[in-house]
């Protein structure tokens, strides 16, 4: 019986030893560089410090558009632009116009020129009615000028586009079309 003891006891002491032998092994491991990634996930709302909405003030064809959704741009960056052709001929054609209006309304303050106290009604119709044509056509000008200005949107700031309402070149756009830009 003391034999069996000693031969479990060398058996257990054997089993311990290899344990010790097997803890101790120095083991070898590659290096390797790697991005460490976290997620987080919150509800709510984020609300940008600074937020443009640009439209178009007129409806018209779409002419350029140079971005897309999460792009980047710079403060002064073109966005996009209605079709500049028919606003410049019909800002060109104001102006003419314009042009005539005022030289007419020059010919015919020439002609009352000198007659303050005895201008005739009719002078004095033709003269005003001239003022006023004159005004009428400037103020067409710049208003042909202001389209042609508001036909393009221009990044106000740097930020990412958030949202694009119409892309597609040569679509009619309206004036609730355009871009979205966030700081």
């Known amino acids: 019986m003391l034999v069996i003891i000693a031969l479990v006891g060398v058996w257990r002491w054997r ?3 290899n344990k ?8 070898m491991v590659t290096v390797e560089k790697r991005d460490v990634v ?3 996930t919150i509800s709510g709302e984020i609300k940008a410090e600074k937020q443009a909405i640009l439209n178009f003030p007129i409806s018209g064809k779409l002419g ?3 971005v897309k959704d999460g792009d980047e741009v ?3 960056k073109l966005l996009a632009s209605l079709d500049l052709g028919d606003l410049q001929a019909a800002e060109t054609k104001a102006y003419y116009a314009y ?3 005022d030289a007419y309304a020059k ?3 020439d002609e009352v020129k000198g007659h303050d106290a005895d201008e005739t009604f009719t002078q004095k119709y033709n003269r005003v009615s001239a003022q006023t044509a004159r005004d009428s056509a400037y103020d067409t000008w710049l208003t042909a000028q202001r389209a042609v200005r508001n036909a393009k949107l221009v990044s106000p700031f740097a930020g990412i586009v958030t949202s694009v309402t119409s892309n597609v070149v040569g679509d009619t756009v309206s004036v609730t079309d355009g871009v979205t830009v966030v700081d």
Not at 20 to 27: L, W
């Open 64 to 66: 350029f558009f140079g």
């Open 15 to 17: 089993v311990n030893v």
């Open 107 to 109: 010919k015919i303050e």
């Open 74 to 76: 710079k403060k002064g």
């Open 20 to 27: 010790v032998k097997n803890s101790e092994k120095i083991r």
């Open 38 to 40: 976290s997620s987080l």
């Open 99 to 101: 042009q005539a209006a």
